[in-house]
Every structure is written in structure tokens, then in C-alpha cells.
């Protein structure tokens, strides 16, 4: 079975860093595509990051100045920097990946098929 394990998380305050692992097993073949989703309380889970088989990325406006998504084919592990942190940053992350490569509405979340269980990000001033 297909398993993603979130590490990483923690409080920090603002303007602080934090980088976030996903180490992916259980798949057999490459993920068209692998990201990030965060769910902060009383909102929709929303998209964070993505990166494609073929190392492309998108990433949410709200943090494309501030977070960076990345990848390690060999280790099989996903990686999200997050930089200048705020306090609406604060939320539990979910690695997430898809079967397929596509281009639109990535952050769907009926598009993904493979969810983690979460890792918390809490940051405070």
C-alpha cells in the first residue's frame, strides 16, 4: 500500500523557517505529480505546492515568495521550505500525490489520490 509520512512540523514563531519531509513508499512506478495541502481550523483544505515528474512547480500565491517545494527521486522523499513564516501559515500539512501529470486544477483535492496523515505547523508571534 501506498504510504506518505509527513515530519517536520512544530511552533515556531513568526519569521521563522521551517522545512517539512515526506518520505513516500509502497509505489510502484513515479508520481505524475506530489505536493502539499494545508487545512487550518474551520477552513477548506487548501493547496500549497506542487511538483511534477518532470521537476516542475506551482506553487499558491499566498506563499510563492516564501516557501519552496523540492523533491529527492532517489530517497523518494518531498520536501517543503518554508521561510518568513506567518501566523496564517499555521495549519496541519498533507503531502499528497497523483497517479497522473496534469496542468489544471491542480489543487483540486479530487484530483490526488494518495493522502499523508498530516504533520502541524503552529506559529505565533
Known amino acids: 500500500a501506498v504510504r506518505l509520512a509527513e515530519s517536520g512540523g512544530g511552533s515556531i514563531q513568526t519569521g521563522g523557517s521551517l522545512r517539512l519531509s515526506c518520505a513516500a513508499s509502497?509505489?510502484?512506478?513515479?508520481?505524475?505529480?506530489m505536493g502539499w495541502f494545508r487545512e487550518a481550523p474551520g477552513k477548506e483544505r487548501e493547496g500549497v505546492a506542487l511538483?511534477?515528474?518532470?521537476?516542475?512547480?506551482r506553487h499558491a500565491g499566498s506563499v510563492a515568495d516564501r516557501f519552496t517545494i523540492s523533491i529527492d527521486k532517489v530517497n523518494n522523499i518531498l520536501y517543503l521550505e518554508m521561510n518568513n513564516l506567518k501566523s496564517e501559515d499555521t495549519a496541519m500539512y498533507y503531502c499528497?500525490?497523483?497517479?497522473?501529470?496534469?496542468?489544471?486544477?491542480?489543487?483540486?483535492?479530487?484530483?490526488?489520490?494518495?493522502w499523508g496523515q498530516g504533520t502541524q505547523v503552529a506559529v505565533s508571534s
Open positions: 509502497g509505489y510502484t512506478g513515479t508520481f505524475g505529480c
Open positions: 511538483i511534477r515528474s518532470d521537476r516542475t512547480t
Open positions: 499528497a500525490a497523483a497517479r497522473t501529470h496534469f496542468d489544471v486544477d491542480v489543487f483540486n483535492v479530487r484530483m490526488w489520490q494518495f
